[in-house]
């Protein structure tokens, strides 16, 4: 009877917590994001169902990006603005400070692969964009040539700069034992949009130290 009543406890305290995790996206989306405390997650009320409504506004009030399910649209008052999109399960957006883009983050596993790219309000602006996350994957590979892993970091949102004009990403060593020193080690890139060009590199050190306020406490170890 001790090994029943010891099941049942375990099973109540494991419902409870999926109960909660349920519970726990709000209608705003959920913070902080992957790697900037600036992110929020895509969350969903029910995930194993498919369910998520949320409703973010821009920074200024006048859009909202609106969440149903898998797809997104942005809404003027009772104007829909340009057609609706596709959002991942796992993803997250950063809007930036003038309320014209966002940055968006898409996790595609546990340790990733994690690629970010920047979408416009005007949706007319997205088709100047490159691929953003293959141009700094591709740079940061070149500059640790024979690195483990050095092919394969996750790229994330982390800030905006100059309102729209600059974006923040940060590149990171998945963190697996196979990824030998370089484990969990980062760098930043500031991109120019909707050029796409890189403006600026940062280590992980000047990293830690220009955006500490923003970066998520995982990232800020020391150890």
């Not at 902080?32 to 029910?46: E, F, R």
């Not at 969440?67 to 596709?86: A, H, R, V």
């Not at 996350?133 to 394969?152: P, W, Y």
């Amino acid at each position: 009877m001790q090994g029943l009543a010891w099941l049942l406890t375990l099973m109540t305290c494991l419902l409870g917590r999926f109960v909660g995790t349920q519970q726990s996206c709000p209608k705003t989306g959920e913070r902080p994001g992957y790697a900037s405390k600036l992110g929020v997650i895509l969350c969903y009320q029910d995930f194993d169902g498919g369910h998520r409504h949320l409703e973010i506004p821009s920074p200024d009030g006048a859009v909202l990006l609106v969440i149903d399910g898998d797809f997104g649209k942005f809404m003027e008052s009772t104007k829909q603005l340009g057609q609706p999109f596709t959002v991942g399960r796992d993803e997250e957006i950063i809007w930036s400070p003038d309320s014209k883009a966002l940055i968006f983050t898409l996790n595609l596993g546990g340790m990733g692969p994690t690629i970010a790219s920047v979408g416009f309000v005007d949706s007319k602006v997205d088709l100047q964009l490159p691929d953003i996350t293959a141009t700094i994957k591709a740079d940061f590979a070149a500059r640790h040539v024979g690195a483990e892993c050095s092919k394969d970091v996750n790229v994330e949102g982390l800030a905006w700069e100059e309102g729209s004009k600059k974006a923040v990403f940060v590149a990171e060593v998945p963190s697996s034992s196979s990824c030998g020193k370089m484990l969990g080690h980062f760098e930043a890139y500031v991109i120019s949009i909707p050029e796409g060009k890189i403006l600026a590199r940062l280590s992980q050190k000047e990293t830690k130290k220009r955006w500490r306020k923003i970066l998520i406490p995982e990232l800020l170890d020391d150890k």
